[in-house]
DNA sequence: CGTATATTGTAGTAATCGATAAAAAACTCA
DNA sequence: TGAGTTTTTTATCGATTACTACAATATACG
């Protein structure tokens, strides 16, 4: 169907390979020698397919959050407020030790810190940051609305909490933390849940 | 008291400009152009009072432990378990929210990931995670030893799932969390703390 | 003063960074 | 087949990276 030259390459997988150098490495960390290699694709034809770094990293940030980081969404969807907290600190973990790709989320390891001419990517993911921790919020709004959290419970608090965990269970991956401790640390944090605790781990 | 010509900077104040460079923007995001710049030190200067960027950065780091983070060695003096974590999260959000440097923990702002080459500032940042971990678990383990924690407490888990919040609040901060809201997550980190919650916040 | 020592300032190193120009190659359509 | 279109290939581009050689400078010591 195209006009030209057919490409050698299907962008989605090599997107998915920009991902992995990315997650790996840090946004400045990943050198487009890197991304190209794992890439498979030449620099003109990367460019040509992506414009340049900063794009071809938020559209793999995009890429990222439909398919790795899927879990947040996913979780949200539970019945109770406590099980999507429950799926949330699940999904986490198992995104993190999955030997598919590297641990931890890229939301904290892409970029936390980064040289002025990267501060926007720094931006981006603060950004993305505060929207899956505003996700987790208004989930919890509903549950207060519909009566499965406790009406004095302050939903800002109670999301900006178990993101922070999720947060530092990524900083935790990255030091090479095990799947049992990270367990151990999210069954932990959910001892803190309104309304006592009936199942403690 | 030296021998040839004296030097035109502080060497201590120095590495202080040299923390603060690395803190703002990470150990690769951290140019030597803009580091000799914040120091007032000029190349061959700085190499020669202090090695290379590595070098540089595991001595800036020392300061930094000696210096903005002593607060941890201090709070886990107090005279509780209970006391030394409330310590910790306030002496952890006291310097992540102070504005003289920039917000966040260098244990994890510093370098989460990195390109191959600094792959071992990575791990010294990693291993001194864990010695901070490791030190924090030991007073925990002492709280046991001493009954001011119940025996069925695990020290490790507790210190793991305390730090584990802490690098999270610096994740936070990084993403322009307020104090008031750092202060809030760790409130409410604290209301699993084993044996009951006298008071609440 | 003169010599030794150590730092400073200037200039520049090779290598790598992200990003491209230009031409050859592979397709569609007339 | 040949014109038009798009990609690949090859070879780079200037800028920036971490790092250093060399000579001038400023001190202490004899």
Redesign the interface.
């Given at each position: 169907m195209p006009r030209g030259r057919p490409r050698k390459f299907d962008v989605e997988e090599a997107l998915d390979a920009a991902l992995l150098v990315f997650?790996?490495?840090?946004y400045?960390?990943?050198?487009l020698a890197?991304l190209t290699k794992a890439m498979g694709v030449n620099m003109p034809s990367l460019y040509a397919a992506f414009g340049n770094k900063e794009l071809l990293f938020r559209k793999a940030l995009e890429r990222y959050l439909q398919r790795p980081a899927s879990y947040l969404p996913k979780a949200l969807e539970a019945p109770t407020a406590r099980g999507a907290a429950e799926q949330l600190f699940r999904g986490a973990i198992d995104m993190a030790m999955n030997p598919r790709h590297?641990d931890?989320c890229l939301l904290?390891?892409?970029a936390?810190?980064?040289?002025?001419s990267?501060e926007p990517i720094?931006k981006a993911l603060?950004l993305t940051?505060?929207a899956a921790e505003a996700a987790v919020r208004r989930r919890f709004e509903a549950a207060i609305a519909a009566g499965d959290l406790p009406a004095g419970v302050?939903a800002a608090?109670?999301a900006?909490?178990i993101?922070?965990?999720?947060?530092?269970?990524?900083?935790?991956a990255?030091?090479?933390?095990t799947r049992v401790?990270l367990e151990?640390?999210a069954a932990?944090?959910?001892?803190?849940w309104p309304g006592g605790n009936e199942r403690e781990l």
């Open positions: 997650w790996r490495h840090g400045e960390g990943a050198s890197a590297p931890g904290v390891q892409g936390l810190t980064a040289s002025p990267a720094c603060s940051r505060a302050d608090i109670l900006r909490y993101i922070t965990v999720i947060w530092g269970l990524s900083v935790q990255a030091g090479g933390a401790q151990e640390v932990w944090a959910l001892r803190s």
